[in-house]
């Protein structure tokens, strides 16, 4: 149908694989056609002794707090295998980043007490409150940013940042390889920063600018947009809400 929003636009889509599917079947609703590009993948910690460690003091910690969909389903993984289940978190309370993870957090019977207005780490230092004295645990990924960690360190509370899983280079399909490098993209979308870093480290020296040039590039986010021009990449469109529904809305109004 001629008549939708993003009619015939090709949209390079960033995303590990099993987070594609939804961004995919959303933008080819309204008429784009997506091209999956995944520069990360999700593998577990090599590791899991911090996290189980943790998991065995979980009565200790004030607040759990998960900056992301990914380290809900490890956690819980860790937290069965340890013997406990959600009753074992009825002394700590639960932050989410954004809703996704809130509704991630909800599958497996937890609920949020507390999600920032913004779903960026400075959001949440900015807005959780009194955590002076307070035990926090982070779950997250071993590249995740340290602004959080600081953050809440420097109002007071003791924090424990431990690897739930790992974020690793994806493997694009030849075909997604040659559309981006004959610029048959229109739109090319960044949810993470880290989707960020790996296009370029998968570009492996190749020059950024000729591949994007022909391309609106929009970002999900602030942070994500500022570790793109960290990394010379023009930036068209920064979504106001960071979601993927918010950067959908983003790109259909800068078309």
């Known amino acids: 149908m001629t008549d939708q929003p993003l009619a015939g636009k090709r949209v390079l889509v960033t995303r590990p694989p099993y987070q594609a599917g939804s961004f995919s079947d959303k933008l080819r609703a309204l008429g784009a056609e997506p091209v999956e590009f995944p520069t990360i993948g999700i593998a577990p910690a090599e590791d899991t002794g911090p996290l189980d460690e943790a998991i065995a003091e979980i009565k200790s910690y004030n607040w759990v707090i998960f900056t992301s969909t990914n380290a809900v389903a490890p956690f819980w993984k860790r937290l069965k295998a340890a013997g406990k289940d959600a009753r074992a978190l009825h002394n700590a309370r639960l932050g989410a980043i954004g809703p996704k993870t809130a509704a991630k957090l909800e599958t497996i019977g937890l609920l949020a007490d507390f999600m920032p207005d913004t779903y960026v780490a400075e959001a949440i230092v900015d807005q959780i409150g009194d955590v002076r004295g307070q035990r926090i645990l982070l779950p997250r990924s071993h590249i995740a940013r340290a602004a959080l960690v600081e953050g809440l360190e420097a109002k007071g509370a003791d924090v424990d940042e431990v690897t ?14 040659q559309r981006l490098h004959a610029g048959q993209i229109d739109v090319a979308t960044f ?15 190749d020059d950024v600018g000729p591949i994007l040039d022909t391309a609106t590039v929009a970002c999900i986010g602030p942070i994500t947009a500022g570790t793109a021009r960290e990394h ?3 930036i068209d469109i920064v979504a106001e809400e960071h979601t993927i529904d918010g950067l959908i809305e983003a790109i259909i109004r800068n078309r």
């Open 164 to 177: 739930a899983y790992r974020t690793v280079a994806g493997d694009p399909s030849d075909e997604a390889w």
């Open 191 to 205: 949810t993470a920063s880290s989707t960020v870093r790996n296009f370029i480290e998968m570009l492996d020296g």
């Open 232 to 234: 010379g990449i023009r």
